[in-house]
T-cell receptor, first 110, second 116 residues
């Protein structure tokens, strides 16, 4: 079946630091790939997505590129803010099911 | 912007009691999902509806959990009887039917269940 492995946290950064959260997937066929963000006590919000190889998803300064050759979808941001503190989930969506990684807790310190 | 609605936001119950959660998807979204998220983990699918029909309930503990979407719009998830291990966040999501889970799923705020 499909699976998603993402970098374990927690990750703690200073404001304006560069962020990378690694994500790799295994899937048959060509899944869509997603990053969701979850703030404390809330549901998941879509951050960005990519639907085919070499697509780049971007939103709010975050970016991720669908790399089929390395089966990866790493999340990056050039300069994080305190308000980016949250849990980030990588997910792979096939025709049948959306499979999530275990989440990475990000804390940004002022 | 349209959102997925869920209620209640929080529920505290004693074990062996019955609980029910409600979800109203984004208008026009034929596909509805219920997920369970244990603290510190990613969401796991419990059941998927296409309109009023169940598409996938392979991960739903059917001895105590039930779900319905009678008119193909809003949905109810029920647990009876609740057990201590059911304490979790229950998330509802909806999407356009399109390409299954390749389509973007939009999540509600969730119901946090605590079983004592």
């Amino acid at each position: 079946g499909n699976s998603v492995t993402q970098m374990e946290g927690p990750v703690t950064l200073s404001e304006e630091a560069f962020l990378t959260i690694n994500c790799t997937y295994t899937a048959t066929g060509y899944p869509s790939l997603f990053w969701y963000v979850q703030y404390p006590g809330e549901g998941l919000q879509l951050l960005l997505k990519a639907t085919k190889a070499d697509d780049k998803g971007s939103n709010k300064g975050f970016e991720a590129t669908y790399r089929k050759e390395t089966t990866s979808f790493h999340l990056e941001k050039g300069s994080v803010q305190v308000s980016d503190s949250a849990v980030y989930f990588c997910a792979s969506g096939s025709a049948r099911q959306l499979t999530f990684g275990s989440g990475t807790q990000l804390t940004v310190l002022p | 912007e349209a959102e997925v609605a869920q209620s209640p936001r929080y529920k505290i119950t004693e074990k062996s009691q019955a609980v029910a959660f409600w979800c109203d998807p984004i208008s026009g979204h034929a596909t509805l999902y219920w997920y369970r998220q244990i603290l510190g983990q990613g969401p796991e699918l419990l059941v998927q509806f296409q309109d009023e029909s169940v598409v996938d309930d392979s991960q739903l503990p059917k001895d105590r959990f039930s779900a319905e979407r009678l008119k193909g719009v809003d949905s109810t998830l029920k647990i009876q009887p609740a057990e201590l291990g059911d304490s979790a966040m229950y998330l509802c999501a909806s999407s356009l039917p399109g390409q299954g889970a390749r389509e973007t799923q939009y999540f509600g705020p969730g119901t946090r269940l605590l079983v004592l």
